[in-house]
């Protein structure tokens, strides 16, 4: 199992970036299919992006052009860049974690796909 700890959230005008980290610690050593999630006040967790073998990524395509996941193995460090912030971005964003590759598989993820998770950091964007 692996630990996740975000990172790098705030408040931004609309229009403005901000880069999310996620240090992931624990069993680095297997392969995980890796992704964003965010809740905003009274909604449900929403699945954002995903990333497996370094390369293989997904979005929802309300963020489609404008957010981009990476990971960087070395530093294991999960990332989500965020371009042109919306106010309806703003959210509670979560990294995730699944030792099932199927869980990258999905259009968008799926919260009931993965069983680690991060405390979350708050990202608010005023307009």
């Known amino acids: 199992q692996v630990q996740l700890a975000e990172s790098g959230g705030g408040s931004v005008q609309a229009g403005g970036s901000l880069r999310l980290s996620c240090a992931i610690s624990?069993?680095?050593?297997?392969?995980?299919?890796m992704a964003w999630f965010r809740q905003a006040p009274g909604k449900g967790r929403e699945g954002v992006a995903s990333?497996?073998?370094?390369?293989?990524?997904t979005y929802r395509e309300s963020v489609k052009g404008r957010f981009t996941i990476s990971q960087d193995n070395s530093e294991n460090t999960l990332y989500l860049q965020m371009n042109s912030l919306k106010p309806e971005d703003a959210a509670m964003y979560y990294c995730?974690?699944?030792?099932?590759?199927?869980?990258?598989?999905?259009?968008?993820?799926?919260?009931?796909?993965?069983?680690?998770w991060g405390q979350g950091t708050q990202v608010t964007v005023s307009s």
């Open positions: 995730a974690a699944d030792v099932s590759l199927w869980a990258c598989r999905t259009v968008v993820p799926l919260a009931s796909n993965f069983h680690a």
């Open positions: 624990g069993n680095t050593g297997s392969s995980y299919c």
């Open positions: 990333i497996v073998s370094g390369d293989t990524t």
